[in-house]
């Protein structure tokens, strides 16, 4: 009844008056777009003040864009690191200014984790070792060359995607990466860096699997193998990791097998948490995960149409 009301009322009404400087990497990947049209979304439902600074993936632009939302005295600072060190300083004056700070997506190497309230991340490297035990499983014994297309240099998604991959292939003597380069988590650098592993791969007829940290550059991938004349999902496995639109689309035409979800809504669980912190003090955990799950051809074209109008 009323309390009730009075209640929400109380949750909406605080939430009204909190503004959240996000420091965004930028638009980098399809999922990356779609995290942030989810954020503003999850941001509307509870009528907080958002306000979105993209760093073109830049961290230098991550750190101005945190340092201005300290001196504009927002109410909590959201942070998707694009690299996982040289966040200290910055982090220190957030948190003189008592302004909490919540890392989305991208966790940080810092020995000191008060400088964060809580990180909201998938386990990425749960995620490279679901995609090394499906290939494993997919390949069986026979010998197999992987090439490996890499994120983000020193970003914890792709540390910790080439960790768990490489884990689930130590077990398989019969698996080996032969090529690992970074395409930055892009479709335009992953195709560059295909191009150039067929090139080296005598036109691509040893290459047995694609492995890609993120499906954007796995799209850049399937495009390279296909203007080189081969055929990727049928001769070439291609495993990768994010489940956007464009891959399950890809998977529907028999172009891709696998990949491996990352939910884009990391805010929701992230402004909860922030209201919960700064109405009742309620201290979160350090980790708030979200789940991974793997997805394969045969509900790809069902789980195309339910995400295609999601704003990938
Ligand atoms: C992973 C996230 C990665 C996505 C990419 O949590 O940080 O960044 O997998 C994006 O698509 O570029």
Redesign the pocket.
């Known amino acids: 009844g009323t309390v009730c009301a009075l209640a929400m009322m109380s949750g909406s009404s605080f939430a009204a008056d909190l503004t959240v400087g996000f420091s965004q ?2 638009s ?5 777009a779609a ?1 942030t049209s989810v954020t503003k979304l999850e941001a509307k439902k509870r009528g907080i003040d958002l306000k979105i600074a993209d760093a073109q993936q830049k961290q230098e632009n991550q750190i101005k864009a945190i340092r201005s939302f300290i001196a504009q005295g927002v109410g909590a600072i959201f942070v ?1 690191p694009v690299v996982a060190t040289g966040w200290d300083d910055v982090l220190k004056e957030a948190k003189d200014a008592k302004i909490p700070v919540v890392l ?3 966790t940080i190497d810092s020995k000191d984790d008060s400088l964060y309230l809580t990180a909201v ?2 386990d ?1 490297v749960y ?1 490279g070792r679901v995609a090394g035990e499906w290939l494993a499983k997919t390949v069986g014994d026979k010998p197999c060359n992987i090439v490996e297309l890499q ?2 240099v020193g ?3 792709a540390i910790n ?1 080439k960790k768990g991959f490489d884990e689930a292939i130590a077990k398989h003597p019969n698996l080996k990466i032969t090529r690992s380069q970074t395409g ?3 479709r335009a650098k992953g195709k560059e860096v295909m191009e150039s592993f067929i090139k080296a791969e005598n036109g691509g007829k040893s290459i047995c699997a694609v492995y890609a ?5 796995q799209i850049g991938a399937i495009q390279a193998l296909k203007e080189a004349g081969l055929k990727p999902g049928k001769d070439i496995l291609m495993v990768s ?2 489940a ?1 639109p464009d891959l399950f689309k890809a998977m529907a035409n028999g172009e891709a097998n696998a990949t491996v979800e ?1 939910t884009p809504n ?1 805010a929701g669980p992230a402004f909860d948490a922030v209201i919960a912190y700064k109405k009742d003090g309620k201290m979160p955990p350090k980790w708030i995960q979200t789940e991974s799950k793997v997805y394969l051809p045969d509900t790809a074209a069902k789980e195309y149409e339910a995400r295609k109008d999601l704003g990938y």
């Open positions: 990497i930028g980098e990947s399809g999922w990356r995290e998707a989305l997506d991208r991340t998938s990425t995620e994120g983000t970003s914890s998604p995607r930055d988590f892009t940290h993120n499906d954007d550059m990791i994010d956007v990352l990391m």
